[in-house]
């Protein structure tokens, strides 16, 4: 997550990915390829 494109993406999305992040994933997850990429490199 130190990619500086990853990180300017993560700014853009952050609150609302701290929040996943924080409370758990809720269902059915967002439909969104970077949701699933971050995850994947966390």
């Known amino acids: 997550l130190h990619d500086p494109e990853m990180t300017e993406r993560l700014a ?13 994933f809720p269902t059915p997850l967002p ?7 971050i995850v994947g490199c966390s």
């Open 31 to 37: 439909n969104s390829p970077e949701v699933f990429r």
């Open 12 to 24: 853009a999305g952050g609150q609302e990915l701290a929040r996943l992040l924080r409370g758990g």
